[in-house]
């Protein structure tokens, strides 16, 4: 398997712009979670889906951000518009029957910054 | 929810040396897993291990569910072990949760 694939690996744009982060998760597997990692917050859950369903967007900071599962194998994270804030490196993961048999593998991540 | 603490911080060692990371969570678990995360950022799965004890290779890891905490054993260091290693945990009542990540520990190997 070629594990958890995002795209793209580095994302350079620049403020107002909108960006859109792509994932695809592991065949088979049946939860899918986006995670924003900062220096200042750590590992943070943006949202997680179940089924393509979104379960828990708790997370997402505001309203620029929005998420969408259309099928099994593939996500999208979107910003817009786009602030430098949001500079982070953005992880997918994904786990078969919520991770309580195997864990979670995530992917390679996006480094996004907004200039 | 779930709060996961990790010691020590910051870890400056020789290579060949044997280290221990420690991993505290405050409530019940049912998942629990150690990551590294190399150099470039890389967030590589090391063990799944909610309870008792793994091994693999030079790493190795027990969790203590009843006392709610896990220890990484890293032996004979080798630079290329420099990184972060992330503990992570949650509980779920039925289906799945994220993680929850620790701040980690930022492990250096010096030659």
């Known amino acids: 398997d070629a594990g958890v694939i995002q795209s793209p690996r580095h994302e350079v744009t620049e403020m107002g712009q909108e960006v859109t982060l792509r994932c695809k998760p592991i065949?088979?597997?049946?939860?899918l979670f986006w995670y924003r990692q900062t220096m200042m917050r750590g590992l943070e859950l943006l949202i997680y889906?179940?089924?393509?369903?979104?379960?828990?967007d708790s997370g997402m900071p505001e309203d620029r951000f929005s998420a969408k599962m259309p099928n099994a194998s593939f996500s999208t994270l979107k910003i817009q518009p786009s602030e430098p804030r949001d500079s982070a490196v953005y992880f997918c993961?994904?786990?078969?029957?919520?991770?309580?048999?195997?864990?979670?593998?995530f992917g390679s991540g996006t480094r996004l910054t907004v200039v | 929810g779930i709060q996961v603490e990790q010691s020590p911080p910051d870890l400056i060692l020789q290579e060949g040396a044997n280290s221990t990371l420690r991993c505290n969570f405050s409530?019940?678990?049912?998942?629990l897993q150690w990551f590294h995360q190399n150099p470039w950022g890389q967030l590589i799965n090391l063990f799944y291990?909610?309870?008792g004890t793994k091994q693999n290779g030079r790493l190795s890891a027990t969790t203590v569910a009843t006392e709610r905490y896990s220890l990484l054993y890293i032996s004979s260091s080798q630079t290329t072990d420099s990184g972060v290693y992330f503990c992570?945990?949650?509980?779920?009542?039925?289906?799945?949760?994220?993680?929850?990540f620790g701040k980690g520990t930022h492990l250096i190997i010096q030659p």
């Open positions: 291990i909610p309870s």
């Open positions: 992570a945990s949650f509980y779920s009542g039925g289906g799945a949760d994220g993680l929850t």
């Open positions: 993961a994904s786990s078969e029957s919520g991770g309580a048999l195997y864990g979670y593998t």
């Open positions: 065949s088979g597997h049946d939860y």
């Open positions: 409530d019940s678990v049912n998942n």
């Open positions: 889906f179940n089924n393509n369903v979104p379960i828990d």
